[in-house]
């Protein structure tokens, strides 16, 4: 199973931007997608998951800000983020919990990472 990002950039403060994330390979079943990011001098954190049954959680600091999205059909992860903020500077990273048809098991699957910049 292989995941590609895309869709980062330079955005001023104040802006927006939408990544995708797409897995592909011999999959089964694709369970949860979501998007961690890690900023530098700081710990990985996840900023937002959704379940196959479209579920979502976020981190507090984006909530009303970002938003999830998912198309099974497409096995693609979106995620549209709005207002962004200096602070949410980082490389993004997409995942997934996935079963492939040659393991059979479920494993986690993750993304190249996708530069977020946002300038003051």
């Known amino acids: 199973v292989q995941l590609q990002a895309s869709g980062g950039g330079l955005v001023q403060a104040g802006g927006s931007l939408r990544l995708s994330c797409t897995a592909s390979g011999s999959i089964l079943v694709v369970d949860v997608m979501g998007w961690y990011r890690r900023a530098p001098g700081k710990e990985r954190e996840l900023v937002a998951r959704i379940g196959i049954d479209k579920s979502t959680n976020y981190e507090d600091s984006v909530k009303g800000r970002f938003t999830i999205s998912r198309d099974n059909a497409k096995n693609t992860v979106y995620l549209q983020m709005h207002s962004l903020e200096p602070e949410d500077t980082a490389v993004y990273y997409c995942?997934?919990?996935?079963?492939?048809?040659?393991?059979?098991?479920?494993?986690?699957?993750w993304g190249q990472g996708t530069q977020v910049t946002v300038s003051s």
């Open positions: 995942y997934t919990l996935a079963i492939s048809r040659t393991t059979m098991e479920v494993r986690e699957y």
